[in-house]
């Protein structure tokens, strides 16, 4: 709640509250207390009091569902022959009526109304589409003293006293002023910190009177309030757990946060013996005022005073409310402008692994007459976890390799860059693809176990002059052979993925390429892309679309043109959420050759 004393110290007082019982009896009580500095008798500020309870009671129970952070509005105006009081709200409201009159015994309505036209002289409410206003008014009493010299020179005195109130607070919110001008000075130099907040209340602790101020922050989780600037003796404030319910033992920073309202102690309602406040010097009088910012909790400032001296003056409170929504706005802009700065490094960041994970893939695929050779990778992130290599040995083979590191982003990237590197560190075991996944295995488990990470690979060894293929996998989707006129067949060798189980054995496969036929390496994003109504294009597809392929006589760089452009149609405009990776593999179909056995490691 914030509440600020009008242009006339003493005359007026405005309160915003949230809409909800523990807020509104605060406000009012703050509303009583203000009524009896004005000189009303305690029958006077019992009957606001019953009042204006009945009235923002009324307002709470009519709060949509959903609304219940809202703020009310409580004004009231002292004149000399009466008070006037108007409450608004932003609530669905009700229907006013007539005549009001005290309702049966049974009734669970009606009764607020009765007694607010009974204890007040005047009630009007306004029911609006953007807001509702209720004004109530009554005469003071009448019974006043009669003027005398005694009394005209105390009137003197006070309106003395009033002049000087008016010019300390005048004087404090130069200096406040002042102080906000020379904390915008510290953020446009790109000062910040807990340092500087301590200074900033060092600066404030004057000019608000108070002998020490604590500033707690909500922390990124929600769930604590953490100190971020103290000017207390150098005590060290815990955290405080903002889950504590406030109907046990609670700090009371964290039942003004809760409740939305300031909290006064002193004297009369003194701080729990546990409260962490209470390790802070001279603790006998002050106040924590939460913060909000666009309605949500943000932090709680709390200042305080030995008793010894004055209470802090309407004027003080006012610098201390502009100072927390001043501060408020600052750290929530600077804590925007670092999620800024360090999301475009981040993104940056991932421009350069992108680009390093593009350049891992092939500029070319080789090219062997007779055959045709063709892959394409998609992300469905900046940077993935699928590769695919094709690399050339000197005899004119080559080996093929397609591979999809577990998860997604740097990481993945990262290993995907090893995979690559350490493959190529031996085209000597290319040819026998069953001892290439051993080794691999057996380099790559120390690393990948230690991050808790793995990779599927399937490596094939290629031979132009026989058509002979020998296949190698780890864990991966098997690969899909189609041979004319639409023959399928599914080449699953097994094996675990490497870097899950150390000195694993691995085995290969021969097969033969024929003419017009298809190979497809790939990764499981392409069968798991998902349709506009989430159905999987799955496998059984992946085989037709393969089977009319080869059927219709198309070669590897037509087939995975056409298999991207399916992918994407079936997908629509439903995001991709894995990678997506293929190789095809093709011979002519007018290429005869001899299929000669590979040997044996």
């Known amino acids: 709640m914030t509440a600020s004393v009008q242009s006339i110290p003493g005359r007026g007082l405005r309160m915003e509250v949230r809409c909800d019982l523990e807020a509104v ?39 949509l569902p959903g609304c219940e952070g809202i703020l009310l509005r409580l004004g009231v105006l002292a004149f000399e022959d009466e008070i006037e009081v108007v409450i608004s709200d932003r609530t669905a409201g009700f229907d006013w009526p007539d005549a009001p009159e005290l309702p049966e015994s049974d009734s669970e309505s009606g009764r607020g109304v009765f007694l607010i036209t009974q204890l007040t002289d005047e009630a009007c409410y306004l029911r609006g589409r953007e807001e509702n206003r209720l004004v109530m008014r009554r005469r003071r009493d009448a019974r006043r003293p009669v003027a005398t010299v005694e009394s005209l020179e105390q009137q003197v005195r006070d309106l003395d006293a009033t ?50 101020c604590v500033l707690r922050l909500v922390a990124k989780d929600q769930r604590t309030l953490i100190t971020v600037g103290s000017t207390g003796p150098g005590v060290v404030l815990p955290p405080l757990d903002l889950d504590s319910p406030l109907s046990g033992p609670v700090a009371t920073e964290v039942r003004a946060l809760k409740v939305g309202t300031d909290i006064w102690f002193d004297e009369a ?77 981040v993104s940056r960041e991932l421009q350069i692994a992108e680009r390093i994970q593009r350049s891992l893939l092939p500029e070319a695929l ?17 940077v993935g976890g699928d590769f695919f290599d094709a690399i050339a040995l000197a005899d004119g083979s080559m080996l093929l390799v397609m591979a999809d590191v577990m998860g997604k982003g740097v990481p993945a990237a990262m290993f995907a860059a090893i995979l690559r590197s350490t493959l190529r560190a031996r085209p000597d075991l290319a040819a026998w693809p069953q001892e290439l996944m051993m080794w691999l295995n057996q380099s790559l488990y120390p690393d990948l176990d230690r991050v808790e990470m793995f990779v599927t690979v399937q490596v094939v060894y290629f031979d132009p002059q026989s058509g002979l293929c020998r296949i190698a996998s ?44 298809l190979l497809l390496l790939y990764t499981d994003g392409v069968t798991d892309v998902q349709s506009a109504d989430g159905e999987a294009f799955g496998e059984e597809r992946l085989k037709e679309f393969l089977r009319t392929a080869v059927a219709e006589g198309r070669d590897a760089e037509q087939a995975c043109a056409l298999l991207s452009a399916t992918l994407t149609r079936f997908r629509g405009s439903r995001p991709a959420f894995d990678d997506v990776t293929v190789l095809v593999l093709g011979r002519s179909a007018a290429m005869a050759g001899t299929s000669e056995p590979l040997g044996n490691p």
């Open 25 to 63: 009896r605060e406000a009012t009580r703050q509303l009583r207390v203000f009524l009896g500095a004005e000189g009303l008798s305690e029958v006077e500020q019992s009957s606001w009091e019953l009042a204006c309870m009945e009235a923002v009671t009324n307002a709470v129970e009519h709060v």
């Open 163 to 212: 002049l000087a109130t008016m010019t300390e607070e005048l004087a404090a919110c130069y200096e406040s002023l002042t102080a906000i001008f020379r904390f915008t000075e510290d953020i446009k130099r790109g000062q910040y910190g807990n340092e500087l907040a301590a200074k900033w209340l060092s600066e404030l602790r004057p000019v608000c009177g108070a002998d020490w």
């Open 269 to 345: 309602s003194p701080l729990e013996p546990l409260d962490p406040l209470v390790q802070m010097l001279n603790t006998d009088v002050g106040l924590c005022h939460p913060i909000f910012y666009q309605g949500q909790p943000f932090g709680v400032l709390s200042a305080g005073r030995s008793s010894a001296r004055p209470g802090l003056t309407a004027g003080q409170i006012n610098v201390l409310h502009t100072f927390a929504d001043f501060l408020s706005i600052q750290i929530r802009n600077l804590r925007l402008q670092e999620e800024y700065v360090r999301g475009q490094l």
């Open 366 to 382: 080789p090219k062997t007459p007779g055959y045709g050779l063709a892959g394409f990778s998609q992300n469905a992130n900046q």
């Open 474 to 517: 780890a864990g991966h989707c098997p690969a899909l052979l189609a041979t004319p006129p639409g023959n399928i067949s599914s080449i699953d060798i097994g094996g675990p993925p490497v870097g899950v189980v150390p000195g694993c054995d691995y085995r290969d496969e021969i097969f033969s390429l024929d003419a017009g036929a």
